[in-house]
């Protein structure tokens, strides 16, 4: 199965939107560096992703997030990431990532934060 | 309840990990553990079983066994791997290896934290190098 057909990619004020419609355990999570990664080389500035339908993220996939968020940042842009669940903010205050990533309640408010 | 025992191998790909962290999701609930520690003995076993694949096997054709013990007061998770050697190491989990990724991880890290999750997580975590020359990892959630 190809999860990537489960992310989809749309475009707002010139934010790229990443909507993750599956639950990222080590397989989407590989997929979800592959997409992360292809608009780093597309040279996107600016990324929010919205996790509103995401009930599970493993560290394999915050990793990807924070990593790519980093990147960005060197270049100028950013990755913000919105609407998780509650166990998923569990998880990126446990790893840390919380510190490193900036999260959103809504997509409108990641977007405006740009 | 009477202590019972589920035992399963996986080949060592990440695909199989979403299906059984879907089954211990499902048994977790119906053993009555709540939502919020659900979702941890999830997210844990898709660490170990994570770490079992890219770090304890050679190939996807070893496996990774799974062995998950149930009664009245607990749920058991013992994943085994057969190790992947590298530089002559028998196994990856070496007290060197495991204090590097321990001093390495940070919350800027984009890996090395599976450990350090299923540590916070479970009541008990325990690893221990195996007799096949991989590692053996032990957690346990009380009820």
Redo the contacts between chains.
């Keep these: 199965?190809d999860s990537t057909k489960l992310m989809k990619l749309r475009e707002e004020s010139g934010i790229k939107i990443l909507e993750i419609k599956t639950?990222l355990?080590?397989?989407?999570a590989?997929d979800l560096r592959k997409v992360l990664e292809d608009l780093l080389a597309e040279k996107v500035e600016r990324v929010v992703v919205n996790l509103s339908e995401v009930?599970?993220i493993?560290?394999?996939a915050?990793?990807?997030l924070?990593?790519v968020a980093?990147r960005l940042r060197q270049n100028g842009g950013d990755l913000k990431i919105c609407a998780l669940a509650?166990?998923l903010t569990?998880?990126f205050n446990?790893?840390?990532?919380s510190?490193?990533v900036e999260i959103y309640e809504s997509e409108n408010s990641a977007l405006a934060a740009f | 309840m009477a202590k019972s025992d589920i035992k399963f191998k996986i080949p060592s790909t990440?695909?199989y990990?979403?299906p059984i962290?879907a089954f211990i999701g499902n048994l977790a609930q119906s053993l009555g553990f709540s939502r919020?520690r659900v979702?941890?003995i999830?997210?844990v076993l898709?660490?170990i079983?994570?770490n079992a694949?890219h770090h304890g096997s050679v190939d996807a054709t070893v496996g990774v066994k799974l062995q998950i013990r149930i009664d009245t007061h607990s749920l058991e998770i013992l994943v085994r791997d057969t190790g992947s050697p590298q530089a002559g190491e028998k196994s990856w989990l070496t007290q060197e290896r495991l204090s590097e990724i321990e001093e390495n991880r940070?919350?800027?890290?984009?890996?090395g934290?599976?450990i350090?999750?299923a540590k916070?997580?479970a009541d008990t975590h325990e690893m221990h190098p195996n007799s096949v020359g991989g590692t053996d990892v032990r957690v346990v959630f009380g009820l």
């Design positions: 199965m639950d355990s080590s397989y989407a590989s009930s599970h493993n560290s394999t915050v990793g990807a924070v990593g980093k509650d166990n569990r998880t446990l790893i840390g990532a510190s490193v | 990440v695909f990990i979403e962290r919020k979702a941890d999830q997210l898709d660490e079983c994570s694949i940070s919350p800027s890290s984009e890996r934290h599976g350090f999750i916070s997580l």
